[in-house]
């Protein structure tokens, strides 16, 4: 009896463990990451040198499953560079931005871009990475035009606006199956008035790198909510 007994609780835990490593594998999902190493450096005089222009892809292969979702993470490192001159009673801006696009192509395509048919923008895509506003406003000039009467007194003015998310994550479920290509782009936008004031100027830049964009299946339950915006 004891021997039955033996036998049958070592066949019932092997059971056991092969009904959990079975359950483990399909719980688990695909992963594929996509990494730049080329990074942005500030040089001694301010300056901002390095980074990279090139947009970062992967794909992932999910099965037919409605509750199949993705999970895609991009990380950026962003420089931003902003110079402002102003002389006498006058004013300049300088305005430094980065856009970041998430956009995902079903089926298998060589490359995910806004023009390629049936490409969706995963919200909350595009997202402002880094963005700052800068404006330097002097009025200057009465004490070297010897100013005595109704004098209008001397100021300086700098006015800076920040924007800043390093990190997001871009969620999308009911995703169907076969292969998605994702693509983590960016745009650089930089724009300066250097007013009328002579000798005013200005100077924006921006550089990107190094990012990483991670994605990762995973699966969606009703008792969790689901994906809601």
């Known amino acids: 009896m ?3 007994l033996c036998i049958t609780s070592l066949a019932l835990a092997v059971s056991l463990s092969l009904m959990s490593g079975a359950v483990f594998a399909q719980s ?28 970062l892809t992967t794909t992932v292969k ?27 009673s006058s004013s300049s801006t300088a305005n430094a931005k980065v856009l970041v696009h998430v956009r995902m192509c079903p089926g298998i395509v060589q490359e ?18 880094e963005q700052r506003f800068q404006k330097l406003t002097t009025a200057l000039g009465n004490l070297i035009e010897g100013c005595l009467v109704d004098c209008v007194p001397e100021s300086v003015e700098l006015l800076l606006s920040t924007l800043s998310a390093h990190h997001f994550n871009f969620p999308i479920g009911d995703v169907g ?19 009328t004031g002579v000798g005013n100027t200005a ?20 008792q ?4 809601t915006f």
């Not at 999902?29 to 990279?52: D, H, S």
């Not at 076969?178 to 250097?194: I, K, Q, R």
């Not at 994605?215 to 339950?221: A, D, I, L, R, S």
């Open 62 to 88: 999910t099965p037919n499953a409605k509750s199949t979702a993705l999970q895609i993470g991009a990380s950026l490192a962003v420089g931003l560079f902003t110079d402002t001159k102003a002389t006498g």
């Open 2 to 4: 004891r021997k039955v």
């Open 112 to 129: 995910c871009t806004e023009r390629t048919p049936n490409v969706v923008e995963v919200a909350p895509s595009p997202v402002v990475y």
């Open 28 to 55: 688990s999902g695909n992963f594929a990451a996509a990494i730049n190493t080329v990074k942005c450096q500030i040089e001694v005089n301010g300056n901002l040198t390095g980074g990279t222009n090139e947009f």
């Open 177 to 195: 199956g076969g292969d998605h290509t994702l693509t983590l782009s960016w745009e650089t936008t930089n724009t300066t008035d250097p007013g």
């Open 203 to 222: 100077t924006a830049s921006s550089c990107v790198g190094p990012g990483v964009l991670t994605v990762e299946q995973v699966k969606t339950f009703s």
């Open 224 to 227: 969790s909510g689901g994906i």
